[in-house]
T-cell receptor, first 113, second 115 residues
Framework: KNQVEQSPQSLIILEGKNCTLQCNYTVSPFSNLRWYKQDTGRGPVSLTIMTFSENTKSNGRYTATLDADTKQSSLHITASQLSDSASYICVVSDQTGANNLFFGTGTRLTVIP | DADVTQTPRNRITKTGKRIMLECSQTKGHDRMYWYRQDPGLGLRLIYYSFDVKDINKGEISDGYSVSRQAQAKFSLSLESAIPNQTALYFC??????????????FGPGTRLTVT
């Protein structure tokens, strides 16, 4: 069964600290993995997309890694800011097209001053 | 997400009522989608459309119907709303991006409550 699991479910960190969110998946055949940021009351916004051949991709203070062999990904946030408070969703696509996206339940990050 | 708009943003309706959620996009994308999001669950696909004449059921289409009135408009209808359809609904569009895959762009969401 194609699944995407994220950990932790929630995380609270101090402003300025770094953190790492985890994503494990069983989706096969694999096409790409995406990380989205979803602010409360808003739609998800794409942070990074990685294909099979990419093992790291950055977007400002966000760095995603992908290990396609172990089917694991992480999202590292550097020097966190209050505006980073949001849910971060890992999404894996299989090779059958954009309609087959498998969504994780997200990690709720709260950055406190 | 200003390129993808949804109306209404919030709606409270009663069991048995028919309700339509509307989505419009100015991105010029052919592909459009409707998802619902429930607490503790990932987004789930309701319907998707690859062009005006192509509409497909997603994972949880029962109790829903859609209409693709134009490339820019994709509406979701609940023919007879029931309480377990209370959720956050998202419209999305996609195109083939520079990443070598289809990138999705989400609207701001519609919060629907069925009493």
């Amino acid at each position: 069964k194609n699944q995407v699991e994220q950990s932790p479910q929630s995380l609270i960190i101090l402003e300025g600290k770094n953190c790492t969110l985890q994503c494990n998946y069983t989706v096969s055949p694999f096409s790409n993995l995406r990380w989205y940021k979803q602010d409360t009351g808003r739609g998800p916004v794409s942070l990074t997309i990685m294909t099979f051949s990419e093992n790291t991709k950055s977007n400002g203070r966000y760095t995603a890694t992908l290990d396609a062999d172990t089917k694991q990904s992480s999202l590292h946030i550097t020097a966190s800011q209050l505006s980073d408070s949001a849910s971060y969703i890992c999404v894996v696509s299989d090779q059958t097209g954009a309609n087959n996206l498998f969504f994780g339940t997200g990690t709720r990050l709260t950055v406190i001053p | 997400d200003a390129d993808v708009t949804q109306t209404p943003r919030n709606r409270i309706t009663k069991t048995g009522k028919r309700i339509m959620l509307e989505c419009s996009q100015t991105k010029g994308h052919d592909r459009m989608y409707w998802y619902r999001q429930d607490p503790g669950l990932g987004l789930r696909l309701i319907y998707y459309s690859f062009d005006v004449k192509d509409i497909n059921k997603g994972e949880i289409s029962d109790g829903y119907s859609v209409s693709r009135q134009a490339q820019a408009k994709f509406s979701l209808s609940l023919e007879s709303a029931i309480p377990n359809q209370t959720a956050l609904y998202f419209c999305a569009t996609s195109d083939y991006g520079t990443s070598g895959s289809y990138e999705q762009y989400f609207g701001p969401g519609t919060r629907l409550t069925v009493t």
